[in-house]
């Protein structure tokens, strides 16, 4: 049994400075654009009037069940920006939001601006409802909002509302459900306890997860239960990621964190048997989960299918957050090499170049025939959408981006009284107790990384990344052959010290399981971290009969109307004789082939795309 790593922390986004490069520049990006666009997509369609509980019969942008949360994530990222640079205008807007909460809470705490406003009889009645998710944003954003500007009104009513939430779910038990729908207060209420050090909020977080599974108190009309909600087993008897793919993850995430806080062995196996099953086989290449468009959720072990691939924006974040959680337990790169893949391929493709639109699905191959094509009677394959929009009506995905990206250097580091794990590389300069860490590199389009350390004495863990597979490492120029564990290369460092860790990033084919049936015979083209497609707009030729070697003359350039770099070389595609349907072996012409990264397909208005590859 792996242990659970006594005395290791996350070190959290605050004590993290971005100074240039990739993330850096997402992060301008959406501070200087998708903030204010976010905003107004959602005050136009009513979301932020919401709060006001002025809406009546006959108006329109009548207040939908789960629109709370979208606000509070804004609200968040929002708060995760004032904690580095202080802005009167976004602080304005979260003022008027908590004044509105203040005003229109009932007398014992509970706000909702659906149920509250709308069907207050109906409070804490409907399981499937997201009353308890709604709330656990809510809390989050709160907390966040507490630590960027030391006003604590908006955590003092979200404290109100959990206490009553405690009293109705945990002390009194009068609700007719014992755990939440959709799973997300867990998490926020493991955030309070970190706040408040008060364990009754720790006690109804373990109380949530622990009733999942568990025999229902009565059948009352239009409750869900079962595997869509991971209400199938209890949580330490399940095996397999089943069911919706953003509740499971959440689910999953917070069993990491109370194994975290408890100790308890049990959960963390849990946790681990959970996630080796998730990438060992039902993640798409990418870090994408959540394969069918049926209820969200996850399909069976290899079934991976890409035309019809859900793969929601939330569920791929979903899966990035479990894995940094895990990397807090459990010092494995596998966990950090997950979060890496899901980062900066199927969560960064759910937002556009421009940081104006999102994907809610996020498409693992695009056929435009298949939406054209005429199925009369037959069942219509879903194929989502491949045009990015600015706000859905469904819009979790567009203020989950921001606010994960916001506080994107959460994932770099985790530390114990003796050492720093560096899971991801960021240009950053990190202050964590008396040690100070800078990072100076080009990742993910080069592989070097320049780390300067100062403070006292310790050892400094660097992860050797899943896809490198060559790397050197000097210390003040001098090359050492450090201790690998597990991943991580262990570097025993003193103040000044000066570490190069130069990693080699050449093209590299990466294969499929043999029971992944959409990818056999075919590679998917990477280069470190970064998945790379095909898009019909960039070549002229059937993308899944182009034809490609490893060991042919790959270039990296410069795509100037993309704005990021991509990949040219030489492939082959077959000569075909348009007259037969069937034919002899065809012979194989010389093409100009170019591919982009994954995260930035779906850029120049609709095209076909392909991620895996015939292999010459």
């Given at each position: 049994m792996v242990q659970i790593y006594p005395g290791t922390h996350a070190v959290p986004y605050e004590n993290i400075d971005l100074t240039g490069g990739f993330w850096y520049e997402k992060q301008k990006l959406v501070r200087e654009v998708s903030m204010q666009n976010v905003y107004r997509r959602f005050a136009q369609t009513g979301r932020f009037d919401a709060f006001r509980y002025q809406w009546r019969e006959g108006m329109p942008n009548r207040p939908h069940i789960y629109w709370d949360s979208d606000v509070a994530k804004w609200m968040e990222a929002a708060a995760y920006y004032c904690k580095k640079q202080r802005d009167a205008e976004l602080e304005a807007i979260i003022?008027?939001?908590?004044?509105?909460?203040?005003?229109?809470?009932?007398?014992?705490?509970?706000?909702?601006?659906?149920?509250?406003?709308?069907?207050?009889?109906?409070?804490?009645?409907?399981?499937?409802?997201?009353?308890?998710?709604?709330?656990?944003?809510?809390?989050?954003a709160a907390i966040a909002y507490r630590d960027a500007t030391g006003k604590g009104k908006f955590l003092s009513l979200m404290i109100d509302y959990i206490d009553l939430i405690y009293r109705v779910f945990y002390v009194e038990k009068s609700a007719p459900f014992t755990s939440p729908g959709h799973e997300e207060i867990e998490l926020a209420l493991v955030k309070l306890y970190r706040a408040t050090g008060e364990r009754k909020y720790l006690d109804l977080a373990l109380y949530f997860v622990e009733q999942r599974g568990t025999p229902v108190k009565e059948d009352v009309p239009g409750m869900i239960h079962g595997i869509a909600i991971q209400d199938h087993l209890p949580i330490r008897e399940q095996k397999t990621a089943e069911g919706h793919?953003?509740?499971?993850?959440?689910?999953?995430?917070?069993?990491?964190?109370?194994a975290l806080e408890t100790g308890d062995e049990t959960l963390f196996d849990t946790a681990k048997t959970l996630f080796d099953n998730i990438v060992r086989r039902r993640m798409y290449v990418t870090g994408a989960i959540g394969q069918t468009c049926v209820g969200e959720m996850f399909m069976g072990d290899y079934d991976l299918p890409n035309q019809s691939a859900y793969a929601e924006t939330c569920a791929n974040l979903s899966l990035a957050l479990f894995a940094r959680r895990m990397?807090?337990?459990?010092?494995?790169?596998?966990?950090?090499?997950?979060?890496?893949?899901?980062?900066?391929?199927?969560?960064?493709?759910?937002?556009?170049?421009?940081?104006?639109?999102?994907?809610?699905?996020?498409?693992?191959?695009?056929?435009?025939?298949?939406?054209?094509?005429?199925?009369?009677?037959?069942?219509?394959?879903?194929?989502?959408?491949?045009?990015?929009?600015?706000?859905?009506?469904?819009?979790?995905?567009?203020?989950?981006?921001?606010?994960?990206?916001?506080?994107?250097?959460?994932?770099?580091?985790?530390?114990?009284?003796?050492?720093?794990?560096?899971?991801?590389?960021?240009?950053?300069?990190?202050?964590?107790?008396?040690?100070?860490?800078?990072?100076?590199?080009?990742?993910?389009?080069?592989?070097?990384?320049?780390?300067?350390?100062?403070?006292?004495?310790?050892?400094?863990?660097?992860?050797?990344?899943?896809?490198?597979?060559?790397?050197?490492?000097?210390?003040?120029?001098?090359?050492?052959?450090?201790?690998?564990?597990?991943?991580?290369?262990?570097?025993?460092?003193?103040g000044g010290d000066e570490i190069l860790f130069r990693m080699e990033m050449p093209v590299r084919f990466v294969e499929a399981h043999p029971l992944v049936w959409d990818d056999a015979g075919r590679v998917a083209v990477t280069r470190g971290p970064l998945v790379y497609c095909m898009e019909g707009c960039d070549n002229a030729y059937p993308l899944r009969d182009i034809r490609l070697s490893e060991s042919s003359d790959w270039r990296m350039v410069m795509d100037e109307a993309l704005g990021v770099p991509v990949l040219e070389t030489d492939g082959c595609v077959r000569h075909w004789n348009d007259n037969y349907l069937y034919g002899d072996c065809a012979a194989l012409e010389i093409c100009r082939v170019k591919m982009i990264p994954y995260f930035a397909f779906a850029n120049r208005g609709s095209s076909d795309m392909v991620i895996w590859v015939l292999k010459l």
């Open positions: 003022d008027d939001i908590v004044e509105e909460i203040a005003k229109n809470r009932s007398e014992d705490g509970y706000f909702n601006s659906y149920f509250g406003h709308l069907e207050p009889e109906n409070r804490f009645t409907r399981r499937n409802d997201h009353e308890l998710y709604c709330a656990g944003h809510l809390l989050e793919a953003v509740r499971a993850c959440y689910l999953y995430s917070a069993v990491a964190d109370l990397s807090v337990l459990d010092p494995d790169a596998v966990y950090a090499d997950t979060a890496e893949r899901v980062l900066f391929n199927s969560f960064l493709s759910g937002m556009s170049l421009d940081g104006r639109a999102f994907f809610y699905s996020n498409m693992q191959e695009n056929d435009r025939t298949v939406k054209t094509r005429s199925y009369n009677s037959r069942h219509t394959l879903f194929t989502p959408d491949d045009t990015r929009v600015e706000v859905f009506q469904c819009s979790c995905c567009p203020p989950n981006v921001i606010r994960t990206i916001a506080s994107i250097a959460d994932f770099q580091y985790t530390a114990d009284e003796d050492t720093i794990w560096m899971h991801q590389y960021f240009a950053s300069a990190a202050h964590i107790g008396d040690k100070t860490v800078t990072v100076e590199t080009a990742y993910p389009y080069d592989g070097c990384v320049k780390i300067l350390y100062h403070g006292s004495a310790g050892k400094l863990a660097l992860r050797i990344p899943g896809w490198c597979r060559e790397y050197s490492l000097s210390i003040g120029g001098k090359m050492v052959t450090p201790q690998v564990k597990r991943g991580y290369a262990y570097l025993s460092v003193t």
